[in-house]
């Protein structure tokens, strides 16, 4: 059978890096609250010439050198964000056009943080559908732009970067040994979807809006969805958490990923953590936190690694894949 198997991770990051301690400067907080609170110590801020489409860009790239690969070689590029430079044409269309690919297709999704995992899935199926034979799968976000910079209570938690994975159509065996994508299972209850919204649209106020959140309602939903789903994973692979060499949880706050790690039985040094260095990059977080692991030399072919991410909407969801 198809498997879509990952032949590289790429990232970038804004050029600025703001720490928590200059956060103190501009809204009543404090490092000590940020980190205790939530684990993030830094994330990067991105400068007007830095945008979703230029830091998809830039993390595509880096993925097709790590791949050896040119554009030529790729037919579908998935963006994943909730941040795009226009609200059409799809900004996946402008990273094609950036990076010289005259054919295939490009296309956004969006669902929020959970996007790349929706994202991955999503080229997974063109993939084994024989759509596609190979693709990038980016996340990218500039959600500074979004942020109401007044309020304490969210501006502290996000930042912005994107990261990016190649897939290639490769025949398998069908068996939990092969490399690629080899479960995954999606979620959404769009009854949450006040708790974590941006506050503009289009087709509602004609403006963009800024992001407002009831941080402890999410808190609450978030352990208990993220588990269900990689049980339900960990079921479809015939597999248990002992099994999972590397963990790469959305990176929104420490304590979630360490409370839902705990609850589904993965050891603490099996997680890459990234919250620290990026804070919330929403959609690119995923492959900001994968490409950290490979790049670090920990995430090694052959691995077993799950992804899983959870945001607003609520979205989420859990994909496992043999590197
Ligand atoms: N600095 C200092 N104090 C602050 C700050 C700040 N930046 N922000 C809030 N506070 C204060 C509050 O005003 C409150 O003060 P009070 O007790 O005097 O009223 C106190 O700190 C506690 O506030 P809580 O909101 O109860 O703090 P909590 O422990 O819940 O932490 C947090 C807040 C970090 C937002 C947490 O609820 C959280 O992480 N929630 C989940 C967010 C998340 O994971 N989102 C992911 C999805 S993102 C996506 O999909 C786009």
Same mark, same amino acid.
């Given at each position: 059978?198809?498997?879509?198997?990952?032949?590289?991770?790429?990232?970038?990051?804004?050029?600025?890096? !703001?720490?928590?301690?200059?956060?103190?400067?501009?809204?009543?907080?404090?490092?000590?609250?940020? !980190?205790?609170?939530?684990?993030?110590?830094?994330?990067?801020?991105?400068?007007?010439?830095?945008?979703?489409?230029?830091?998809?860009?830039?993390?595509?790239?880096?993925?097709?050198?790590?791949?050896?690969?040119?554009?030529?070689?790729?037919?579908?590029?998935?963006?994943?964000?909730?941040?795009?430079?226009?609200?059409?044409? $799809?900004?996946?269309?402008?990273?094609?056009?950036?990076?010289?690919?005259?054919?295939? +297709?490009? *296309?956004?999704?969006?669902?929020?943080?959970?996007?790349?995992?929706?994202?991955?899935?999503?080229?997974?199926?063109?993939?084994?559908?024989?759509?596609?034979?190979?693709?990038?799968?980016?996340?990218?976000?500039?959600?500074?732009?979004?942020?109401?910079?007044?309020?304490?209570?969210?501006?502290?938690? *996000?930042?912005?970067?994107?990261?990016?994975?190649?897939?290639?159509?490769?025949?398998?065996?069908?068996?939990?040994?092969?490399?690629?994508?080899?479960?995954?299972?999606?979620?959404?209850?769009?009854?949450?979807?006040?708790?974590?919204?941006?506050?503009?649209?289009?087709?509602?106020?004609?403006? %963009?809006?800024?992001?407002?959140?009831?941080?402890?309602? %999410? *808190?609450?939903?978030?352990?208990?969805?993220?588990?269900? /789903? %990689?049980?339900?994973? +960990?079921?479809?692979?015939?597999?248990?958490?002992?099994?999972?060499?590397?963990?790469?949880?959305?990176?929104?706050?420490?304590?979630?990923?360490?409370?839902?790690?705990?609850?589904?039985?993965?050891?603490?040094?099996? %997680? /890459?953590?990234?919250?620290?260095?990026?804070?919330?990059?929403?959609? $690119?977080?995923?492959?900001?936190?994968?490409?950290?692991?490979?790049?670090?030399?920990?995430?090694?072919?052959?691995?077993?690694?799950?992804?899983?991410?959870?945001?607003?909407? +609520?979205?989420?969801?859990?994909?496992?894949?043999?590197?």
């Amino acid at each position: 059978m198809i498997r879509s198997v990952v032949l590289s991770a790429g990232k970038s990051l804004p050029r600025r890096l !703001v720490k928590n301690a200059e956060l103190e400067g501009v809204i009543e907080t404090s490092d000590a609250w940020i !980190v205790q609170r939530t684990g993030i110590r830094q994330r990067y801020i991105a400068a007007d010439d830095e945008t979703t489409a230029s830091l998809g860009e830039a993390a595509a790239r880096a993925a097709l050198d790590a791949a050896g690969l040119t554009v030529d070689d790729i037919d579908l590029i998935v963006l994943a964000t909730s941040t795009p430079n226009n609200t059409f044409p $799809a900004t996946a269309v402008e990273i094609q056009e950036r990076l010289g690919m005259r054919h295939g +297709f490009a *296309f956004d999704m969006q669902a929020v943080c959970s996007g790349f995992v929706y994202a991955i899935n999503t080229a997974d199926l063109y993939l084994r559908g024989g759509m596609a034979k190979r693709a990038i799968v980016i996340g990218s976000e500039t959600f500074s732009r979004i942020l109401d910079w007044e309020d304490r209570s969210t501006c502290v938690l *996000f930042g912005d970067g994107a990261g990016a994975v190649i897939l290639e159509a490769q025949e398998g065996e069908g068996t939990i040994g092969d490399r690629g994508i080899l479960a995954a299972s999606l979620r959404s209850d769009g009854s949450h979807r006040e708790k974590l919204y941006v506050d503009g649209g289009p087709s509602t106020t004609r403006t %963009v809006g800024v992001l407002r959140m009831e941080g402890r309602e %999410v *808190f609450k939903h978030a352990v208990g969805m993220i588990t269900d /789903v %990689v049980v339900s994973v +960990f079921e479809q692979a015939g597999i248990t958490a002992d099994d999972i060499d590397w963990f790469v949880p959305h990176q929104a706050n420490k304590r979630i990923i360490d409370a839902s790690a705990k609850k589904l039985g993965i050891a603490d040094e099996k %997680v /890459v953590i990234t919250v620290d260095q990026h804070g919330n990059t929403s959609a $690119a977080s995923v492959p900001l936190a994968l490409c950290e692991g490979v790049e670090t030399g920990r995430i090694k072919k052959g691995d077993l690694v799950l992804l899983e991410a959870m945001g607003g909407g +609520f979205t989420w969801g859990a994909v496992l894949v043999r590197w």
